[in-house]
């Protein structure tokens, strides 16, 4: 019986040893640790060769550099995303410019971009500094470094670079014990790299078990808690070797308080005490002596010595205006600001023509007034401005710059560099419903003109903006199709209100007092420009506290705002 019993009970024993050997495995399948290793080229998303994968501060961006020749090379694009936007491409002339506060820095792009031009005197440098692959441009990053403070470091095998733009405290820990970086937290995960006991690490995001971490050779990914040690706040040593640059802005003493003098052939010189005799505290006066006349960078002047000498007697700046508008009317030129400023040839024949009448004239400043700047011009017309500041900043002649209120539409006419090169930044502070709209509405409620300061300001230091304001508005009249307008000047505002019998009302919602009544079956409209709304825009600037203000047009005005105008240039406005 016992010889019987003998096969079964081996039986059962090799049973229960297979069922604890599997048991057995499987526990230790699940607690093991995986030895698979992750496609680097996938975690890093590399598709070819010579591409770099870049980690940003901490984190793996999209954006990739290439190595091109052993050297590594970003896009135009990564450039201005991450370092700085202030490059200047010209694809036609085929150069790229950097310009400074004192002088314009030119590469050729291509086989000749290892000779760093400065007032055309070469400098060589050991590597190609800007170089086309297919379409796209790429500028090495040692060249972007001169201009821009970031270091970088870069690893083999996939390539990929540490970039830092910002240097804060970290805190780093020490590996204990030989132990790998996973791609997730857990056993399983696949391993990033390996680390040996004594090597750093950057902690990024503590668990429970796992913490994220970041190795010295750029790998992001988690370590088990019990392998790392004590942990360091660690503060890191910024960049700063990039070239300074400083721009050292020509600044008019107190409140500007400017008016817009609109001239034409034959009105030029007159008694400039006549046209401001009615006004107070004004200390700039911005004449239209300039008008565009070809697109190759000519213009038309009838400056006058006599006007400035005059000017400057009364205490009075002289920021004459170049402009666009007229060029239409007075010279059937319609202005293409494109051809105009994306030529290196042109826009140096407009910036030194400006200057010749600066010299001949001794202007206080210039005053641009382009209006019609269309989008593919934006990049030229910026390049623009900062080449024609080196000169203005030379001279110490003030150099100003007239804006719409910002819109989207407009975001090409760059104010984050006006603010930067120009001295001030003009709002155009008015036309917010104008002819040809398709509604009527008022010229310049308070809403438009605190918005139009508060989307400026985003991108423009409060101390460089000027509110421009109307010394004007519009009659509007609604009927069937679209409503029409017609110009209303302050001057005879009152006559127009006492011709319509209607008692103006005040509208809180835009801060003016607002006519409208019946007119041979059409509704007149008319949101008035006096005292009262001319001195909530200023109260609006006083509280924003910009750098003064200034107003469309000389002669349009009531006299009597020159009161509330001289109260708000003096800092005594309530």
């Known amino acids: 019986m016992k010889k019987k019993m003998i096969p079964v009970l081996l039986a059962i024993v090799l049973i229960f040893l297979i069922v604890g050997i ?12 995986s030895k698979e290793r992750a496609d680097l080229n996938s975690y890093f998303n590399i598709t070819s060769d010579n591409e770099i994968a870049i980690v940003l501060q901490d984190e793996i961006v999209e954006e990739k550099a290439k190595l091109i020749d052993g050297v590594c090379y970003f896009d135009i694009a990564t450039v201005e995303k991450y370092f700085t936007d202030r ?47 297919g379409e796209s441009l790429y500028i090495a990053a040692d060249y972007v470094k001169r201009y821009v403070n970031f270091s970088y470091s ?26 790998s970086i996973r791609q997730r937290g857990g056993v399983k995960s696949e391993i990033l790299t390996d680390v040996m006991a004594g ?50 802005s020509v ?41 565009l006349s070809d697109n190759a960078g000519n213009f038309t002047s009838i400056a006058s010595s006599s006007y400035v000498n005059q000017a400057h007697n009364l205490g009075v700046d002289v920021w004459a205006l170049i402009t666009d508008v007229d060029s239409k009317d007075l010279y059937g030129v319609d202005i293409n600001f494109y051809e105009i400023l994306s030529s290196s040839e042109n826009r140096q024949r407009l910036i030194q023509g400006l200057m010749q009448q600066v ?99 985003e991108s423009v230091p409060a101390d460089k903006i000027i509110n421009a304001i109307p010394f004007y508005t519009r ?37 003016q007092n ?21 001195k909530v825009k200023l109260q609006v600037m006083n509280t924003q506290q910009i750098a003064g203000v200034a107003a469309w047009k000389l002669g349009l005005e009531d006299t009597s705002v020159w009161e509330v105008m001289e109260q708000y240039t003096n800092g005594t406005l309530n």
Not at 154 to 179: C, F, G, H, S
Not at 416 to 438: F, H, N, P, W
């Open 22 to 33: 599997a048991f057995g495995s499987k526990i230790l399948e699940r607690y093991s640790y």
């Open 87 to 133: 490059f200047y491409v010209n694809v036609e002339e085929k150069i790229l410019l950097f310009t400074t506060a004192s002088e314009v820095i030119r590469i050729e792009i291509g086989e000749g971009s290892d000779v760093i031009y400065v007032s055309d005197s070469g400098t060589s440098i050991d590597y190609k500094a800007a170089l086309y692959e």
């Open 154 to 179: 870069l690893y083999d095998a996939p390539l990929r670079m540490q970039v830092y733009t910002q240097w804060n405290t970290v805190t780093e820990a020490e590996i204990t014990k030989d132990t």
């Open 199 to 248: 090597d750093k690490v950057i902690i990024l995001e503590e668990m429970e078990n796992w913490t994220k971490v970041k190795s010295t050779d750029a790998f992001i990914g988690y370590v088990q808690n019990k392998h790392l040690g004590k942990k360091t706040s660690v503060e890191m040593l910024p960049v700063t070797d990039a070239m300074e640059i400083t721009y050292n």
């Open 251 to 291: 600044r008019k003493e107190g409140r500007i308080n400017m008016v817009f003098h609109q001239v034409f052939e034959g009105s030029a010189v007159g008694n400039v005490a006549d046209v401001l005799k009615n006004t107070k505290a004004v200390n700039v006066i911005c004449p239209t002596w300039f008008r």
């Open 359 to 457: 010299d001949t004239y001794d202007i206080d400043g210039i005053n641009i007034d382009f209006e019609k700047v269309k989008n593919d011009a934006g990049t030229h017309f910026a390049q623009f401005l900062r080449e024609l500041s080196i000169e203005t900043r030379k001279r110490g002649v003030v150099l100003s710059v007239d804006n719409y209120v910002p819109t989207e539409y407009t975001a090409h006419y760059n104010r984050k560099e006006q603010g930067i090169v120009a001295d001030y930044v003009v709002i155009m502070g008015y036309d917010e419903y104008y002819s040809g709209c398709g509604e009527a509405g008022p010229n310049a409620s308070i809403n438009y003109v605190e918005n139009g300061i508060l989307k400026t300001k």
């Open 475 to 511: 009659v509007w009249e609604s009927g069937e199709g679209e409503p029409t307008s017609a110009t209303l000047t302050m001057a005879n505002q009152n006559t127009w209100v006492a011709n319509s019998g209607v008692e103006p009302v005040w509208r809180e919602e835009y801060c």
């Open 514 to 534: 607002y006519v409208e009544y019946q007119s041979n079956g059409k509704t007149v409209q008319c949101w008035l420009e006096d005292v009262e709304s001319i």
